[in-house]
């Protein structure tokens, strides 16, 4: 039986989300059953979301947890009154803080996620649409502008990670996908070759690589265990022997492989 996780909020949940799920991770060996609750920001919806978790109770042997990032104190107080283990994110934190910082809380809704500045917004943006406009090797004369060029085969992970660098860093970062043709040698392919100090690669565990691309493409050459094999045999060669740093994305979230090529690249962020 899986236990359900609620995470409940007056805006996106985001906060609630992330936080919660980075402390689960701690428990080995728990199955849980994950429910975002977003814009709870009136007593009905609020009600709402209690006899949705109320629900959840009576249908589980498990106790519901619930993670809260809710501001408003009336909306709050109504889903604490929940059948399950109610953790109010903010509080555990802003209490502590305004004793430190010897100022009140804010308490808008929506501060955590908001637009911010028109620069800081821009940034994003802008990061966004160059990961967009040079992903998969679409647009080599773009290289020039980018901050890291990642390489890999297909389905190494080499998009969701160029577009979580640009989302929550603003970090300029295009992608080269190796293929065959690439791999009749020990050398880069053209396009990326005058770019090497920018390069890193990802590669991915062959039976891991099968997986992904048998939903893709089931029962191909494509996807078959052999072809993986060999492709990624071949795409480590070339960055062992190009000295091109690498990394292993088999069963590392996306978040800890930006983060640890962010630590090996000594590359800056540009949105804090």
């Given at each position: 039986?899986?236990?359900p996780v ?11 989300e992330v936080l ?13 059953e994950?429910?975002m ?6 007593p ?12 959840a109770?009576?249908?589980s ?6 993670f ?5 104190v009336?909306?709050?107080?109504i ?16 209490g502590?803080l305004?004793q ?5 809380a804010a ?5 955590a996620?908001g637009v ?7 940034t994003?943006?802008d990061a ?8 998969d ?5 773009g290289?020039s502008?980018a901050?890291?060029?990642l390489l890999?085969v297909?389905r190494s992970?080499k998009t969701p ?5 640009a ?7 295009a992608?080269?996908p190796?293929t ?5 040698g020990?050398?880069?392919p ?10 890193f690669?990802?590669t991915i565990?062959?039976l891991?690589?099968?997986?992904i691309?048998e939903e893709?493409l089931?029962?191909?050459?494509y996807?078959?265990l052999?072809q ?7 795409a480590?060669?070339i ?8 990394l292993?994305t088999s ?5 800890e492989?930006?983060t640890?090529i962010?630590h090996?690249t000594g590359?800056?962020?540009r949105?804090?």
């Amino acid at each position: 039986m899986k236990r359900p996780v609620f995470y409940v909020s007056d805006r996106t949940g985001i906060t609630a989300e992330v936080l919660g799920h980075g402390l689960l991770t701690q428990f080995d060996g728990q199955n849980f059953e994950h429910t975002m609750i977003p814009f709870v920001d009136t007593p009905e919806k609020a009600e709402q979301a209690l006899r949705k978790i109320n629900l959840a109770a009576d249908q589980s042997e498990c106790r519901p947890l619930v993670f809260s990032t809710m501001v408003n104190v009336k909306e709050r107080n109504i889903v604490a009154r929940c059948n399950g283990l109610f953790i109010d994110l903010f509080e555990t934190f802003l209490g502590r803080l305004e004793q430190e910082l010897h100022t009140a809380a804010a308490t808008v809704i929506g501060r955590a996620h908001g637009v911010g500045e028109d620069h800081t917004y821009k940034t994003r943006i802008d990061a966004i649409n160059f990961a967009l406009k040079n992903d998969d090797g679409a647009n080599t004369a773009g290289y020039s502008d980018a901050d890291i060029i990642l390489l890999g085969v297909s389905r190494s992970g080499k998009t969701p990670t160029c577009l979580y660098l640009a989302l929550q860093y603003g970090i300029m970062a295009a992608n080269y996908p190796l293929t065959s043709d690439d791999f009749d040698g020990t050398r880069l392919p053209d396009a990326v070759n005058p770019f090497r100090t920018r390069l890193f690669g990802l590669t991915i565990d062959p039976l891991r690589l099968h997986n992904i691309r048998e939903e893709r493409l089931a029962e191909s050459k494509y996807a078959s265990l052999k072809q993986c094999q060999s492709e990624i045999r071949a795409a480590e060669h070339i960055f062992q022997a190009e000295n091109i740093p690498y990394l292993d994305t088999s069963n590392i979230s996306i978040e800890e492989i930006t983060t640890t090529i962010l630590h090996l690249t000594g590359l800056e962020r540009r949105l804090h």
